[in-house]
């Protein structure tokens, strides 16, 4: 599932000869993250929010960007996952 202009936000790391490499973008990063719901990755989220690259009121909007497509991923449980990504993104 890709968030809307996902490459457009992925972090340029270096070019080798034609090849750029870059990072995975940190919202997407961040919402894979809370679905899981892991505490390493809870750890990781919260990093991301205090080194700059995740917003949180951004990152809600881009979770009600995808919101209505999450139920062509029967696996994934909509509302624990709102829940998660709303409560990670209420926390001061």
């Given at each position: 599932?890709?968030?809307l202009g996902q490459r457009e936000r992925s972090a340029f790391i270096r070019?080798?000869?034609?090849?750029?490499?870059?990072?995975?973008?940190?919202?997407?990063?961040?919402?894979?993250?809370?679905?899981?719901?892991?505490?390493?990755?809870?750890?990781?989220?919260?990093?991301?929010?205090?080194?700059?690259?995740?917003?949180?009121?951004?990152?809600?909007?881009?979770?009600?960007?995808i919101r209505s497509s999450l139920k062509k991923f029967p696996a994934i449980?909509?509302?624990?996952?709102?829940?998660?990504?709303?409560?990670?993104?209420?926390?001061?």
């Open positions: 599932m890709e968030a070019r080798v000869g034609e090849v750029d490499f870059r990072h995975f973008d940190f919202y997407s990063q961040v919402l894979a993250k809370l679905e899981r719901g892991h505490e390493r990755d809870m750890l990781d989220a919260r990093a991301f929010v205090a080194e700059g690259l995740v917003d949180r009121q951004k990152l809600r909007d881009f979770f009600e960007d449980d909509e509302v624990a996952f709102a829940t998660s990504v709303y409560d990670f993104c209420d926390q001061p």
